[in-house]
């Protein structure tokens, strides 16, 4: 089966498309508003490339023109790609049409007005991949969103600006919440500006495309570099109290949590340490139970001691400084703090000399996994004597 084209494909098929039925898509004037809507009608790609060479044209008949575009739209992808090319002339000052205002009065106080620029975050998932909105509000214009999928290994993996109303907003994260039991929680937008924009410049260096519009749909909020600062769970919780007590053995309540039940480290990170567990058991050494639980809990004490050191320790940090803050804000202020804990002992770049219960459980667990994924593996590929009939 043919592989299916990606949007981004589609659109500049489209774009090439318009290109040879003779059109100059470098001259972005009003002059070409006709001749592109003359193309509409013509198959998926050339509309969803006409719209997106309208989102290029700054005038106000462009705007009239995609949001006639809009109305008569069935498809999901091809209003996707209107609302996003109003969102760019959004940008440079055009007026929106009259159906993007949002409701004078809001029924629940969940994002509720503002007329500041406003940020939210969710938990960090098992991939360390968090999802991040920036949201603008637009007097009497609804909102310009712009919405992230953040991984702090591999960058900034989903990228889009929108225009919504606030009560389809207020939908979206009621729509997470029920499917993934996951809350957007507020943060300061400069922050979630900063992630984003680390993430952009990680994708950057890993060769990853699809980003180009990146700039041009941030500067909505910022046009700079953005300006280092602490993270922000600091401002909630004071770091100097939150490592007082048992902290260490409570800490590993942590993975009882939802949001942490199904956390797994990286395989690659846990590999050099998989291979140890490997070796440990088909050693030719004849060892006693208690031996073997020995060597076994030497291997986790030393996976628990690289994971809190170089990238990885910087990764992991991130991760528990994130959720700490999520916690706080979700109402478990005593999480928060064990997970802030966590995260200043992983800063120090050594677990200590005691045991970190969460960190851990967090490697027995992951062993566990691994090796349950391996034998199973390993079942599956021996080879079988029956004979199906």
């Known amino acids: 089966m043919a592989k299916k084209k990606s949007h981004d494909e589609e659109v500049q098929k489209g774009l090439e498309e318009l290109r040879q039925s003779g059109l100059a898509l470098e001259d972005t004037s009003p002059a070409l508003i006709a001749p592109l809507r ?23 008949k462009a705007v009239e023109t995609l949001a006639g575009i809009e109305r008569q739209a069935t498809a999901k992808d091809l209003k996707k790609e209107v609302r996003r090319s109003l969102f760019k002339l959004a940008q440079r000052g055009l007026t929106l049409p009259q159906e ?9 106080p969940f994002f509720s007005r503002s007329p500041e620029i406003e940020a939210y975050m969710s938990a960090v998932d098992s991939a360390g991949g968090r999802l991040i909105w920036i949201i603008r509000p637009q007097p009497s214009h609804g909102l310009q969103v712009i919405q992230a999928m953040v991984n702090d290994r591999e960058g900034l993996q989903r990228f889009a600006g929108t225009q919504v109303r606030r009560k389809d907003l207020r ?18 937008w400069e922050y979630a500006d900063e992630v984003m924009y680390q993430g952009f410049e990680k994708a950057k260096s890993l060769n990853r495309g699809g980003l180009e519009d990146f700039h041009e749909i941030r500067a909505i909020v910022n046009s700079g570099k953005p300006k280092g600062s602490p993270h922000p769970v600091y401002a909630k919780l004071n770091a100097e109290d939150v490592r007082e007590g048992a902290w260490r053995d409570l800490s590993r ?9 199904y956390w797994i480290l990286d395989q690659d990170w846990m590999e050099p340490f998989l291979l140890q567990l490997q070796e440990a058991q088909t050693s030719r050494l004849v060892l006693n139970p208690m031996q073997k639980e020995e060597r076994f809990a030497a291997i986790v004490r030393e996976a628990v001691k690289s994971l809190c050191s170089g990238e990885i320790g910087k990764l992991v940090q991130r991760r528990m ?37 969460f960190l851990t459980g967090l490697v027995q667990k992951s062993f566990s996994f691994y090796l349950s994924q391996r034998k199973t593996k390993a079942e599956e590929d021996e080879p079988s004597f029956i004979v199906k009939p």
């Open 321 to 357: 400084e994130d959720m700490a803050l999520y916690f706080f804000q979700t109402g478990r202020v005593e999480m928060g703090k064990l997970a802030l804990a966590v995260a200043l002992q992983l800063g120090e770049g050594d677990p200590g000399p005691l045991d970190i219960s």
């Open 171 to 188: 939908h979206m994260a009621q729509e997470i919440k029920e499917k993934h039991d996951v809350s957007m929680i507020a943060i300061p």
């Open 38 to 60: 003359e193309q509409l009608g013509k198959g998926r790609e050339t509309d969803l490339a006409v719209v997106f060479a309208l989102g290029k044209i700054a005038d106000p």
């Open 253 to 261: 309540r942590l993975l009882d949590e939802a949001e942490l039940q």
């Open 100 to 108: 993007q205002v949002i409701e004078s009065k809001l029924s629940t």
